[in-house]
């Protein structure tokens, strides 16, 4: 297995504890948040690590010139500091290493994915006094600066470059081949955006079957997320299935069926043969 390792089973079970505590907090803290999912990434993020990590964001706020101005200045102060200055940006390369997924690492490294990027820039500018959110473009995260009727986005996988109305079109484009609506351009809440980055840290482990690990802990942390589709949990029965956990994979897959079957029995009656299937490998 390559690295990261994975935490303890004890230490483990602490970081989902505290995942689900903060997850169902009144206000869902997102630095918090996507740590804890590299703490379940990654073994060697103890308590120090954790709060290095923070200490880190804190001392990068503190590098923002005070009050900069309206949006498109505070968007500018980002951009020289985290972009220019300090090198944070992304390249194709960052989509195929699961750290390009985890904050901790995107911290060392200054590389990333196009969301874990956008959650740096905001904690940033948020800890600086900005009104900073996320934006989840169709297939390319980035960041808004100010209310909606004075909006302006920066791409921090591109160093944080200010986007106009053109730009933003072209990535929708890009990634869907639709148009930019008006409703893409809303703040994505902190669930939201830890929910889109267990599904980008399930699509790289789909792509390698060899770290089905990667692909259980992700569904189960999303599990513990307050709102999530029921279909997560056929997901992780196959995934249990798949490690050779026969008995609990059967088990997932009657439960998964009890669900479905108030909506579409002949599906159900499928998932129950799976789960028959599954306890006939225990013979």
């Known amino acids: 297995m390559r690295p990261p390792y994975p935490p303890s089973p004890e230490r483990s079970a602490e970081v989902r504890r505290r995942f689900a505590e903060e997850a169902r907090s009144e206000r869902p803290d997102l630095s918090a948040l996507c740590l804890l999912v590299g703490a379940e990434a990654d073994g060697t993020l103890d308590e120090a690590g954790l709060d290095a990590a923070q200490i880190e964001l804190d001392r990068l706020a503190g590098q923002l010139p005070f009050r900069p101005g309206g949006p498109r200045s505070w968007a500018v ?116 955006v830890v929910a889109r980055i267990l599904n980008n840290i399930r699509a790289w482990a789909a792509a390698r079957p060899e770290r089905s690990d990667v692909s259980l802990w992700a569904v189960e942390l999303a599990l513990l997320l307050p709102s999530h589709p029921a279909r997560l949990r056929y997901e992780r029965a196959q995934l249990l299935v798949q490690r050779g956990d026969f008995v609990e994979g059967a088990a997932e897959l009657e439960a998964y069926a009890d669900v479905v079957g108030a909506v579409d029995e002949p599906a159900a009656e499928r998932v129950r043969q799976q789960a028959h299937a599954a306890r006939a490998m225990l013979n």
């Open 77 to 192: 102060a980002l951009r020289e500091l985290l972009g220019d200055r300090c090198g944070f940006r992304g390249s194709a390369a960052d989509y195929q290493r699961l750290e390009s997924s985890l904050l901790h690492q995107v911290l060392v490294r200054r590389r990333g994915l196009p969301i874990l990027l956008s959650v740096v820039w905001m904690e940033v500018a948020r800890r600086a006094g900005a009104h900073v959110y996320g934006v989840a473009l169709p297939g390319h995260f980035v960041v808004g600066f100010g209310a909606l009727e004075e909006q302006v986005l920066a791409d921090p996988f591109d160093g944080g470059r200010v986007l106009s109305g053109a730009d933003a079109e072209v990535l929708v484009a890009g990634a869907t081949g639709a148009s930019l609506h008006p409703s893409m351009l809303g703040p994505a809440e902190p669930l939201e």
